[in-house]
Nanobody, 128 residues
Framework: QLQASGGGLVQVGGSLRLSCTAS????????????MGWFRRAPGKAREFVAA????????WSADSVKGRFTISRDNSRNTVTLVMNSLKPEDTALYYC???????????????????WGQGTQVTVSS
């Protein structure tokens, strides 16, 4: 139901753009009624929150580790959420997942179990 793309190999300081497209109805809801988030899992580490955008308020939240470098946006007309990643660092290397949630507050959208649908993951590798 969610298809992520855009990962790849990039050098330190480079940029990548990840995209995630949802099916017309994801987890029984239309795209415009879903908050969208990005998570990542680095080798040997747990999956962690990266960024999310609330469907209700449009508020964006980002992890401290990516603030000022990563930007999440969405296009409801195309059922797409995008993560633009700039000034990439080796520690950004991870498998990146997009996810959809019926929730809309910060406290919920940072939690993995508040998301009902997940993309397959796209690999981002930052070389030094």
């Amino acid at each position: 139901q969610l298809q992520a793309s855009g990962g790849g190999l990039v050098q330190v300081g480079g940029s990548l753009r990840l995209s995630c497209t949802a099916s017309v109805r994801t987890v029984g809801r239309t795209f415009g009624t879903l908050s969208m988030g990005w998570f990542r899992r680095a080798p040997g580490k747990a999956r962690e929150f990266v960024a999310a955008k609330s469907y209700r308020s449009g508020t964006i939240w980002s992890a401290d580790s990516v603030k000022g470098r990563f930007t999440i946006s969405r296009d409801n007309s195309r059922n797409t959420v995008t993560l633009v990643m700039n000034s990439l660092k080796p520690e950004d290397t991870a498998l990146y997942y997009c996810a959809a949630s019926p929730y809309y507050t910060y406290s919920d959208l940072t939690l993995i179990d508040k998301y009902d649908s997940w993309g397959q993951g796209t690999q981002v590798t930052v070389s030094s």
